[in-house]
């Protein structure tokens, strides 16, 4: 009985040349593919991968549970990695990792694998996922194993092998896209010190000719979940594709970063996401009026540690499940409507309300209606510094 294997199938040429790789070794192959959002046409991967000898190939329409139980738990942290990136691959990985497992168990497979390399961040999330999810499941990497050193080997490999693969010049670029974003890197990209070519974009292109008088929106929040645009309501998938394309015509949501990979290599990377800054912008603001204090300060203290297991595929561990129960309790008023000016380059709020506002005027107002009772303030001083009162008095004794 032969061993089966659900590969991990984009269709491109490393996946494509894994299937005939894993035949030769006694594999029979299931592809398992994953709509997140890329808005690709899968018709020609799907025959390319049967050609190459795939036994199965299996495609799933992920983007609703993508929007519902990833892409919303991490706008509710307020989470961006090293505060620039919204981690839009990082949240995808999981769910396919969790997908993968599930197809291997649907076609008894005793194996998964995946067509990453041995320097990136997706092995890592993918595998940590896999080996959380089911131990059980071998997990194979043929980029990391393999014989073939470039990709002139794996076209002649493909060719040998009767696999169509458009050999024709293409981006310079590497891409990966998503519903919540979309990450570039390589070719010129790879000098930290030139600037990012007009053509490297995809969404935001030719944004510099945005009107520079931009646009007013407004977003509708219920229980830190976004839930109407301009009065509307909206899905989630409708409402981030509008924000999107909105944000893409002024250039909102484009990061240039040097990030830290979680396996210590520093990467130049280039990041359009427009929903994602928009929506970032207008639920941190929202909370800004529906939560105390002291819960926006540790809740602003966990976004950074959130964002890096999300980054660093810590996804599934029993810790990023506590901290969502947390974030989870904080949301339950953060309810109410965020105006946003949409300029080029930026969202910026302009106003916000919530019929569970903090905010009270007659406190924070300097007119006559004012009812703060000034004279609290020199006990509040007094207490506040009165350890500090004698660690000052000590210094000048000893002076």
Request: net charge positive.
């Amino acid at each position: 009985m032969k061993k089966k294997v659900v590969l991990a199938y984009s269709g491109g040429l490393d996946t494509s040349v894994c299937i005939p790789w894993f035949m030769d070794r006694g594999y029979e192959v299931v592809c398992f593919m994953a709509d997140v959002g890329q808005g690709q046409d899968v018709r020609p991967a799907v025959a390319r991968g049967k050609i190459a000898g795939a036994k199965k190939i299996v495609v799933r329409d992920l983007k609703d549970e993508f929007v519902t139980d990833y892409i919303w738990p991490s706008l509710k942290a307020n989470a961006w990695y090293e505060g620039r990136y919204c981690l839009a691959t990082s949240l995808s990985r999981p769910l396919i990792a969790k997908e993968l497992v599930k197809v291997a168990h649907e076609e008894g497979a005793t194996a998964v694998a995946h067509g990453c390399t041995g320097k990136g961040n997706d092995q890592v999330r993918i595998e940590m996922s896999v080996q959380i999810l089911d131990p059980a499941l071998e997990i194979i990497a043929p980029l990391r194993i393999w014989e073939m050193k470039s990709r002139d080997e794996e076209i002649q490999y493909a060719k040998k092998r009767g696999i169509p693969i458009d050999v024709s010049k293409k981006s310079p670029y590497s891409t990966d896209k998503n519903l919540w974003g979309v990450s570039i890197e390589s070719g010129i990209l790879e000098d930290p010190w030139q600037a990012p070519p007009a053509d490297c974009y995809i969404w935001t292109k030719g944004s510099e000719k945005a009107n520079p008088k931009g646009e007013s929106i407004t977003i509708d929040f219920t229980n830190g979940i976004p839930t109407g645009l301009n009065g509307r309501k909206m899905e989630g998938q409708a409402l981030i594709a509008a924000l999107n394309a909105k944000g893409a015509i002024y250039g909102i949501g484009r990061t240039d970063m040097v990030e830290n990979r979680f396996v210590g290599i520093k990467s130049r990377e280039i990041y359009e996401a427009p929903a994602a800054a928009i929506l970032l912008a207008a639920h941190r603001d929202l909370e800004s009026i529906t939560l105390d204090r002291l819960t926006t300060q540790f809740k602003d203290e966990i976004a950074g540690r959130y964002a890096r297991m999300i980054y660093e595929g810590f996804w599934f561990v029993d810790l990023k499940q506590s901290l969502d129960a947390f974030i989870n309790e904080t949301q339950k008023r953060v309810t109410g409507t965020v105006r946003v000016e949409l300029r080029k380059g930026a969202a910026v709020v302009t106003g916000r309300k919530s019929p569970f506002s903090l905010y009270e005027e007659k406190l924070a107002t300097y007119t006559a209606k004012d009812s703060f009772d000034h004279k609290l303030a020199k006990g509040f001083i007094d207490i506040t510094a009165l350890p500090f009162k004698g660690q000052g008095q000590a210094l000048g004794r000893k002076k």
